[in-house]
């Protein structure tokens, strides 16, 4: 069973206790390109040159974390990880 602070959207997305600093992070092995994160959240995710989503904000900035939490629930392959 999951601990109690952590959430799984239907999606999967594995989401964070909203009291600690939220992380982001792009399972490489995981990410097609798609660009949904980039396009949803860029003050956290880019692409780039190899073609892949990267994390540019560690951690999260507050006023960037619902559009990352879209970001994450998006993803079609489910290559983000919040925590």
Same mark, same amino acid.
């Given at each position: *069973?999951?601990?109690? +602070?952590?959430? !799984?959207?239907?999606?999967?997305? /594995?989401? %964070?206790?909203?009291?600690?600093? *939220? /992380?982001?992070?792009?399972?490489? #092995?995981? %990410? &097609?390109? $798609?660009? &949904?994160?980039? $396009?949803?959240?860029?003050?956290? !995710?880019? *692409?780039?040159?190899?073609?892949?989503?990267?994390? &540019?904000?560690?951690?999260?900035?507050? +006023?960037?974390?619902?559009?990352?939490?879209?970001?994450? #629930?998006?993803?079609?392959?489910?290559? &983000?990880?919040?925590?």
């Amino acid at each position: *069973m999951a601990p109690q +602070d952590t959430v !799984f959207s239907s999606a999967g997305c /594995r989401e %964070c206790n909203q009291e600690e600093l *939220m /992380r982001a992070e792009v399972i490489s #092995e995981k %990410c &097609i390109g $798609d660009g &949904i994160c980039a $396009d949803t959240c860029p003050e956290v !995710f880019e *692409m780039g040159d190899d073609g892949l989503a990267h994390v &540019i904000a560690d951690p999260v900035p507050a +006023d960037a974390e619902a559009a990352c939490k879209e970001a994450c #629930e998006a993803c079609p392959t489910e290559a &983000i990880e919040l925590s």
